[in-house]
């Protein structure tokens, strides 16, 4: 009988697990997060291999096969899945006029509808109509409970192959650690202790700068930035490529990082954007447009979330949906506010200079650790309500959240279906503007997530940032 007991505790907690504190605040009304990753296939899409490849992988893994405890709403259940509740499939004209206009609409009207928490919190929309960059459409909407954005990207990565290998996952590049392996002695020792005095202070004033961000420092209020209650609004998604391959070649010369160069394409773009926005605004009242319409001295701050659980690996998920093998999960976030320099500089390397000034400033600080330390405390002992209500005001405070992710080297296929590109997003927060850069073989996707009614020409947006990247491009061309 004890014996008989046990194999049921064992099975009771193999089949429930609890959410975690970061799960928790994104059920809250004011948090509610969904990601969005658009997948772009050159074949049409064959609704039964894509929910037979389903059924193989993504619902052997937990969270894509439980749904949340109707009595608490605290806790993950082992359900049955129907597939037919979870991939749609809508009747559509393939020769439809304006198919980029239709997919970007079908994609929005999604952002007005909550999921049904009876099932798990996930759905594959499958749009056969050929569009600009496409022959087709897929569309995920995950709630984001159910995994941080970079463990929820690598899990569909997982369930992947290279296109000219189809037994073979794809090859993601890893993060590489530069350092120096020099033990110079008494510079060795004062070199270290300045960089723990460095990261110390660093530290300090980071969380410093969070703590009164909560309280009353606001960003500038800008056009992009949104009017309270913007996490309600209908959102936008649009995207454009670019070539990683002009990113490296500013890499390579500059000698920096990818995101470095990103970072300055950004705030190159913002500012483009921004004088734009402002000078409309002028012509409008009747003054004459001058070539800088930016006020002075822009306070622009995007939050950044990081994972502070390493990120889990394409094979470790790989073998986790084939052979049941365990692997850590779930959402363990901290935050980072990053100042972009909002100004029209005469020079446009100027703008990656400063982003990788930005970002060096940034390593060398503990301020994502603390952030997560903190939240956890303030939800463990004040509750979701509390929780969620300092994390909205933080982002509420700031102008808009950035992210990018690294991605295949080769082409890869989604059960049999070759993908074009891979945009990934976010919506249900508290702002009107996120940018994420998605890498993908020699290409760069730029996936914009805007409210409407902050940012009206989301495509202009886009038209700045590859402007930005052709300005930076073409002034290293002139220097090598």
Same mark, same amino acid.
């Given at each position: 009988? /004890? ?24 059920? %809250? ?42 009595? =608490? ?7 049955? +899945? ?26 929005? =009207? $999604? #952002?007005?509808?909550? !999921? =049904? ?13 050929? #569009? ?46 530069? &350092?120096?392996?020099?033990? &110079? ?40 930035? &949104? ?10 998604? +649009? ?16 000698? !920096? ?27 409008? /009242? ?25 990120? +889990? ?16 999960? /779930? ?45 956890? $405390? ?7 309500? +509390? ?17 990018? !992710? ?18 990934? %997003?976010?919506? &249900? ?52």
């Amino acid at each position: 009988m /004890g014996e008989s007991d046990n194999n049921g505790k064992v099975s009771r907690e193999e089949e429930e697990q609890p959410l975690s504190p970061a799960a928790r605040l994104f059920h %809250s009304p004011s948090f509610n997060c969904y990601i969005i990753a658009i997948l772009g296939c050159n074949t049409k899409f064959k609704p039964d291999v894509i929910k037979s490849g389903l059924q193989q992988t993504l619902l052997k893994h937990p969270r894509f096969s439980s749904k949340l405890v109707a009595d =608490d709403g605290q806790r993950w259940t082992k359900t049955i +899945v129907n597939l037919e509740d979870h991939v749609i499939v809508p009747d559509l004209d393939p020769n439809i006029d304006f198919a980029d206009q239709f997919v970007e609409d079908y994609i929005s =009207d $999604l #952002t007005t509808k909550p !999921m =049904d928490l009876s099932k798990p919190l996930w759905e594959l929309h499958l749009l056969n109509i050929k #569009t600009s960059d496409a022959e087709a459409v897929g569309v995920f909407r995950i709630h984001h409970s159910m995994g941080d954005g970079a463990s929820l990207i690598s899990l569909l990565l997982a369930c992947t192959r290279k296109t000219l290998d189809p037994e073979a996952l794809p090859s993601v590049p890893e993060n590489i650690q530069v &350092g120096s392996t020099n033990s &110079g002695g008494f510079w060795w020792f004062l070199s270290a202790f300045w960089s723990v005095l460095r990261l110390i202070w660093n530290t300090l004033v980071d969380v410093l700068l969070f703590g009164v961000t909560i309280m009353f420092m606001k960003d500038t209020k800008t056009p992009i930035k &949104g009017a309270p209650g913007v996490e309600h609004n209908i959102k936008k998604f +649009v995207h454009r490529t670019i070539s990683l391959d002009d990113i490296k070649l500013v890499k390579n010369a500059l000698n !920096m990082t990818v995101n470095d160069v990103v970072l300055g394409v950004t705030q190159a773009g913002l500012s483009r954007y921004l004088n734009r926005r402002y000078g409309e605004a002028e012509i409008d /009242g009747g003054e004459k447009q001058r070539k800088s319409n930016l006020p002075k001295s822009i306070r622009l701050r995007a939050t950044i979330l990081v994972n502070q659980r390493p990120t +889990v690996g394409i094979q470790a998920l790989a073998n986790m949906m084939e052979k049941g093998s365990k692997t850590r999960w /779930g959402n363990l976030i901290g935050y980072i506010l990053l100042p972009f320099t909002i100004a029209l500089q005469d020079d446009p390397l100027d703008y990656v200079q400063t982003a990788k000034a930005t970002i060096d400033r940034k390593k060398h600080s503990l301020e994502s650790i603390c952030t997560f330390s903190g939240g956890v $405390l303030v939800l463990r002992t004040f509750g979701v309500k +509390v929780a969620a209500a300092l994390m909205h005001k933080v982002l509420s405070n700031t102008t808009m959240a950035f992210s990018s !992710m690294v991605g295949p080297l080769e082409e890869i296929s989604f059960y049999g279906h070759p993908l074009a590109y891979i945009a990934p %997003s976010v919506y &249900g927060h508290p702002h009107a503007l996120t940018i994420h850069y998605q890498s993908y073989v020699n290409k760069m996707t730029i996936a914009l997530a805007v409210d409407p009614n902050a940012i009206p020409d989301p495509h202009q947006l886009c038209d700045e940032l590859e402007e930005s990247l052709k300005l930076i491009h073409d002034a290293i061309v002139k220097k090598v």
